[in-house]
């Protein structure tokens, strides 16, 4: 394949830089946390981040003295100061529920994140008020007009909200009118639904699992998946005349997000299943009374469980060019399901390595996720090629860069593997399919120009080593120190003296490259 580097190219949205996820706000209180996240900023380019639990009990956010509501954003501030000065911005996700406003006790995670909708909406909303109003005058109305303001975390599971669809609609009114009232330059959105779904489950007030039917076919992906409460969201906001500056949900490429019986444990869908709810979304929005309403999928990863070995694994970071690729420009973010293993909804982790979401574990230690979004993080703004094994790209000095990856044939009716703390299905899947040879031939470059090729492949990922290590569950400083020193494969590529370079490259199953222009 001939690729002329002179040609102008067309625009390619960099969509996985927008967004990136977190736990909870708490956690943004340690130095290590922070640390990481200066690094994946500098390294991966997000432009934004979200995380749960801003008003959860942890942060002390409201206080009651002598029968007074006092508030107090202190923790809230200690987070967002470090955020804005890392250089990346919030979307704020309004949740959980504050003790002191809670109409009961029911809590999720072992940090009892309240789930209960507020005893009063009328407090709720002062408090949403008082803290917006607070965001502008510490930071700024230009700062905060480029924030993001969303409404709960998947209200339609019962492990996230004990409400009914109404009182979670009712919630999104009354923050909307808070936020609004303090400018109506501020964004708000929802419904921060998980995930898509192919029944009826979510169709009443709460969700009735009897309804479920992915454990009752072989092949999911024959059924019709759709999102959840989007359409019933944005018909309520209609008639309520209320704005919806952006839609968010979470397209999880599974069906068993806390769905409290594990009946579709090991159900995933196919590789293109985001490309084809993506499809689906635009599709009800554009009918919709907000039909230029900016898309956000807030949380997307291969698993909703923080114990999947895949999130560890080469085969992510395949799944995450493909995907990404794929669906770029196709909404204003996509958000990977999280930047850090310091996360603790189960628990902290167990071992170095334990399925956690993050592309960094607790130690620091990079898995190929965080090369993932390096790699498209450093393509261009001008896409020149692309095929199913690699995209072409120059950037605004008209310097190069080719970002191979493979993504095995055999594997394109799943996504790569779900193991729920057992790692040994990871072999299975590293061994599929065959090697692939990719050659071409870079045409109308600079005399001599050179290229540095970076190649990520199996033995030289921290998991594969602490494997060989023996799986210890706690490092010795050598052995950290080795894992955290694993880079990817290096070598030079220069161009001729008539500006043309031959690139030959053999992918083995799960590969990823990057071949960029110095």
Same mark, same amino acid.
């Given at each position: 394949?001939?690729?002329?580097?002179?040609?102008? $190219?067309?625009?390619?949205?960099?969509?996985?830089?927008?967004?990136?996820? !977190? $736990?909870?706000?708490?956690?943004?209180?340690?130095?290590?946390?922070?640390?990481?996240?200066?690094?994946?900023?500098?390294?991966?380019? +997000? *432009?934004?981040?979200?995380?749960?639990?801003?008003?959860?009990?942890?942060? +002390?956010?409201?206080?009651?003295?002598?029968?007074?509501?006092?508030?107090?954003?202190?923790?809230?501030?200690?987070?967002?100061?470090?955020?804005?000065?890392? $250089?990346?911005?919030?979307?704020?996700?309004?949740?959980? %529920?504050?003790?002191?406003?809670?109409?009961?006790?029911? @809590?999720?995670?072992?940090?009892?994140?309240?789930?209960?909708?507020?005893?009063?909406?009328?407090?709720?909303?002062?408090?949403?008020?008082?803290?917006? =109003?607070?965001?502008?005058?510490?930071?700024?109305?230009?700062?905060?007009?480029?924030?993001?303001?969303?409404?709960?975390?998947?209200?339609?599971?019962?492990? /996230?909200?004990?409400? #009914?669809?109404?009182?979670? /609609?009712?919630?999104?009114?009354?923050?909307?009118?808070?936020?609004?009232?303090?400018?109506? =330059?501020?964004?708000?959105?929802?419904?921060?639904?998980?995930?898509?779904?192919?029944?009826?489950? /979510?169709?009443?007030?709460?969700?009735? #699992?009897? =309804?479920?039917?992915?454990?009752?076919?072989?092949?999911?992906?024959?059924?019709?998946?759709?999102?959840?409460?989007?359409?019933?969201?944005?018909?309520?906001?209609?008639?309520?005349?209320?704005?919806?500056?952006?839609?968010?949900?979470?397209?999880?490429?599974?069906? /068993?997000?806390?769905?409290?019986?594990?009946?579709?444990?090991?159900?995933?869908?196919?590789?293109?299943?985001?490309?084809?709810?993506?499809?689906?979304?635009?599709?009800?929005?554009? &009918?919709?009374?907000?039909?230029?309403?900016?898309?956000?999928?807030?949380?997307?990863?291969?698993?909703?469980?923080?114990?999947?070995?895949?999130?560890?694994?080469?085969?992510?970071?395949?799944?995450?060019?493909?995907?990404?690729?794929?669906?770029?420009?196709? %909404?204003?973010?996509?958000?990977?399901?999280?930047?850090?293993?310091? +996360?603790?909804?189960?628990?902290?982790?167990?071992?170095?390595?334990?399925?956690?979401?993050?592309?960094?574990?607790?130690? $620091?230690?990079?898995?190929?996720?965080?090369?993932?979004?390096?790699?498209?993080?450093?393509?261009?703004?001008?896409?020149?090629?692309?095929?199913?094994?690699?995209?072409?790209?120059?950037?605004?000095?008209?310097?190069?860069?080719?970002?191979?990856?493979?993504?095995?044939?055999?594997?394109?009716? @799943?996504?790569?593997?779900?193991?729920?703390?057992?790692?040994?299905?990871?072999?299975?899947?590293?061994?599929?399919?065959?090697?692939?040879?990719?050659?071409?031939?870079?045409?109308?470059?600079?005399?001599?120009?050179?290229?540095?090729?970076?190649?990520?492949?199996?033995?030289?990922?921290?998991?594969?080593?602490?494997?060989?290590?023996? %799986?210890?569950?706690?490092?010795?400083? *050598?052995?950290?120190?080795?894992?955290?020193?694993?880079?990817?494969? *290096?070598?030079?590529?220069? !161009?001729?003296?008539?500006?043309?370079?031959?690139?030959?490259?053999?992918? &083995?199953?799960?590969?990823?490259?990057?071949?960029?222009?110095?």
């Amino acid at each position: 394949m001939q690729i002329n580097c002179k040609k102008e $190219g067309k625009y390619l949205a960099h969509t996985w830089s927008e967004c990136i996820g !977190a $736990g909870r706000a708490c956690e943004g209180l340690r130095t290590e946390w922070q640390r990481q996240l200066k690094e994946v900023v500098k390294d991966c380019g +997000f *432009k934004y981040i979200r995380f749960h639990g801003l008003l959860a009990e942890d942060m +002390f956010p409201v206080n009651v003295k002598n029968g007074v509501i006092q508030y107090n954003w202190y923790y809230i501030d200690q987070v967002y100061d470090c955020l804005l000065e890392t $250089g990346i911005r919030p979307i704020v996700e309004l949740g959980f %529920m504050p003790p002191a406003l809670a109409s009961g006790t029911a @809590t999720c995670f072992w940090w009892k994140a309240n789930i209960t909708p507020p005893e009063d909406f009328e407090q709720w909303e002062e408090m949403i008020y008082q803290l917006v =109003k607070h965001f502008v005058e510490r930071y700024g109305l230009e700062e905060v007009s480029n924030w993001y303001f969303e409404v709960w975390n998947e209200p339609n599971l019962l492990g /996230f909200w004990t409400g #009914t669809k109404s009182e979670y /609609f009712h919630l999104y009114e009354v923050s909307v009118e808070a936020v609004k009232a303090v400018s109506e =330059k501020l964004r708000v959105g929802g419904p921060a639904t998980s995930n898509y779904v192919p029944d009826d489950r /979510f169709d009443y007030e709460k969700e009735d #699992t009897s =309804k479920h039917k992915t454990h009752l076919v072989e092949d999911i992906n024959e059924l019709e998946w759709r999102g959840v409460w989007i359409e019933e969201f944005l018909a309520f906001c209609e008639k309520k005349n209320l704005p919806v500056d952006f839609v968010s949900t979470h397209p999880y490429p599974t069906d /068993f997000a806390l769905d409290g019986q594990n009946i579709s444990r090991g159900k995933t869908r196919k590789v293109d299943s985001l490309y084809e709810d993506i499809e689906w979304l635009r599709a009800v929005i554009q &009918k919709s009374a907000y039909p230029d309403v900016e898309i956000h999928l807030t949380e997307w990863s291969s698993s909703p469980t923080s114990r999947d070995y895949s999130h560890d694994s080469l085969p992510e970071a395949a799944y995450i060019i493909k995907s990404n690729i794929r669906c770029s420009g196709m %909404m204003n973010s996509l958000s990977y399901w999280v930047f850090t293993d310091i +996360f603790e909804e189960a628990g902290g982790g167990p071992e170095p390595f334990h399925g956690g979401f993050g592309l960094i574990n607790m130690h $620091g230690i990079k898995k190929p996720s965080y090369y993932a979004y390096k790699f498209l993080n450093s393509l261009g703004d001008r896409e020149l090629e692309r095929n199913s094994n690699y995209i072409v790209t120059k950037n605004q000095d008209g310097k190069v860069q080719i970002l191979f990856y493979h993504y095995p044939d055999e594997m394109t009716n @799943t996504i790569p593997i779900v193991t729920y703390g057992n790692i040994d299905p990871i072999d299975k899947v590293r061994n599929m399919g065959q090697p692939k040879t990719i050659e071409l031939v870079l045409e109308n470059l600079e005399p001599n120009a050179e290229f540095c090729m970076e190649v990520l492949h199996d033995k030289n990922t921290p998991l594969t080593v602490w494997r060989d290590m023996g %799986m210890p569950n706690n490092l010795t400083k *050598k052995e950290e120190m080795l894992l955290k020193s694993l880079e990817p494969d *290096k070598y030079k590529v220069v !161009a001729d003296d008539q500006g043309e370079a031959k690139i030959s490259i053999e992918l &083995k199953p799960w590969d990823v490259a990057l071949l960029h222009q110095i």
